[in-house]
């Protein structure tokens, strides 16, 4: 696996959860968060960020999490475009693969990018290429659940190998490491400038 060296982590602070991230992220920004399951987090997005633009890709083809029960496979992508009809002059909804989505956009078209879809490696530096590609040089790339291990559904994830081999590779640098009570934890990398 691809470590990190000082130079990455120099100006990496620790914060207490994701939520403090939102602070960072710039208001009237253009945005994109790529795996949205119920929303949630795209509400809190929404609101705190207050962006220009914000664009939800998923495939739209889950069940919600059992205690929620919100909606299925087949009810999922209908209820993401209830709940954002209201926005619907802000919030733009994608359905499909994250790498495919994100390929219809322009070269430096975000601001930010929220990545939590696919936790597998080849998943992981897909979303990551395209998010290359498609950032503004001063943009932000959030990475969400960067850990080895999912220790709840045994399962190993590629969002830790995918994202150093990404910093390392392209000089970028980790700006925060946000907590979470069971380490889920969220990191914020930007490009390094030289």
């Known amino acids: ?21 939102l602070e960072y992220i710039p208001k009237n920004s253009i945005g994109v968060e790529i795996g949205v399951l119920g929303g949630d987090w795209s509400k809190h997005l929404l609101r705190v960020t207050q962006p220009k633009e914000l664009v939800l890709i998923d495939t739209y083809y889950s069940d919600d999490y ?11 992508e209908q209820y993401i475009r209830n709940e954002f009809k209201p926005y619907d002059k802000q919030v733009k909804i994608l ?8 390929a219809t956009y322009n070269e430096n078209y975000f601001d930010w990018i929220y990545i939590d879809a696919a936790h597998d490696y080849q998943s992981v530096k897909k979303d990551l290429f395209q998010a290359k590609r ?3 040089e ?10 080895m291990y ?3 559904t045994k399962e190993k994830y590629g969002v830790v190998q995918a994202t150093n081999e990404f910093m390392v590779e392209n000089n970028y640098e980790m700006l925060f490491f946000a907590l979470h009570p069971d ?12």
Not at 186 to 191: A, F, G, L, R, S
């Open 138 to 147: 001063t943009g932000l790339i959030i990475m969400n659940d960067y850990i």
């Open 95 to 102: 359905k499909g693969l994250s790498w495919d989505s994100m």
């Open 66 to 76: 059992p205690q929620a029960k919100r909606f299925t496979k087949k009810t999922h």
């Open 1 to 21: 696996m691809t470590e990190l060296n000082n130079e990455h982590l120099i100006n990496c602070k620790i914060l207490p959860n994701r939520y403090h991230i």
């Open 134 to 136: 498609t950032i503004k």
């Open 150 to 152: 999912d220790h709840f």
């Open 183 to 194: 380490m889920f934890c969220d990191v914020v990398i930007k490009k390094r400038s030289v």
